[in-house]
């Protein structure tokens, strides 16, 4: 298992008039969890980008659970809970307010597509490698 | 079943560096979407909210089969399968292109909550009326 | 002089906190102003990116006056002062609620750029034909 | 004069399919830049609308230099350059790249607004007394 944490300050263009996050942005803030994540090990997504492969979304669940608020420090608890082994990959977001509390759950499903042919391929062999570490044991 | 359609030109705004629209902005896709169906049975968001009741999302789950682009002109079909007859209301929004190919899908949970107390209460019953009809024989 | 007028219907992902729209989202409205306004003369802006020209942002100056809220249907009036005759055009948007207020001015000035090799260059010899004919006599 | 500066790490979200940051998001940044500002002399803007104080912005002067890109780091540098002794506050921002290269410029204004009545008001005392040593000899 991979696990990351990221913490997102809420700004004012992130709220709405009902005082709290708007529901479209906590995508947003499972990107830069992701993203982070990918950091971590030594890459970046940008280097993918480079590389001629790109990374669209196919599906993400949410659940809504406590509303995050205007100046609220969030804490995006990024998780990959299987090694990605083919055009695949998983992230399992959480996000935390500053007392600790479980404010959202979003997974997040993306596919590695070659930006020229725009067909699904392998993971790329250098970031399974550095992922596996994690999964093994 | 009650379904309505709307139409949202695509800005540039909403694209991203891949030349789609970025994943994060179908959540305001669906929200239009469900925002145009109330009006269309003579009732406003607006409304609901003077009445003090306000709406929180609780779920979102969105499939992404193809990239909405940039001044496409995208057509929301909105529907409600069942009728609402608690705390609970459930759009089902689906998401096509100008030569009617689906773009993308997405499922928006969202409470009846009293804007006072925060807690869940029934569909205002005016609402309930309104919809009625559209579930009848 | 040639000028356009659009209508856009505020959707809850553009208010904030203080309940009304947050100050960064005008730069949009702008936007589909004056793409709406090329869409008139017979053009589109993606043609213009077809063609290989770009044009991006180089100034705004907003006044916001009055605030706009969800659920207004505003009027955004764009306004083409001049007739581009070099690398450079200014759009001058005005944006009035359903009352007729004024709520907001914003001039932008933006650069006709060649995509490939990013220098300045002139405005393209058709769209100055289709523009011509509003700023004669 | 009282100078700040906080970082930003550019995300997918706020690319446009120029591949640079819209122009849009930038109004973002400053007010980044400005709510860290006011954190800095330990107070938040939080607090300031607890007192029923808000701040609404009237205006915004942006120059695009360069373009702000795809995992750039970027730093925005807000400047207060006078005290302010009545309703109105003047931030400053200056956008740079990693590289320090000048990206962009924004005079954002905004005014002291008594929530309540909606009228102008004076700067908060202890706020101005915060700022009040960053302007001396």
Redesign the interface.
Known sequence: MFVTETAI?I???L??????V???????FY??GR?EAIRQIGY???EIEAMGI?M?????????LR?AK??DMITVRTTLKTLPDHHEISFFSEIFNEAGKLLNTGEVVLYFVDAQTMRRRHIPEQLREKLAPFFEG
């Open positions: 300050r700004h004012y263009a709220t709405d008039q009902m005082g709290v708007y529901y479209g942005h906590y995508a947003q990107e830069i993203t970046t997504y940008k790109i669209p979304v196919v599906s993400i669940n949410s659940k809504f509303p205007y100046d």
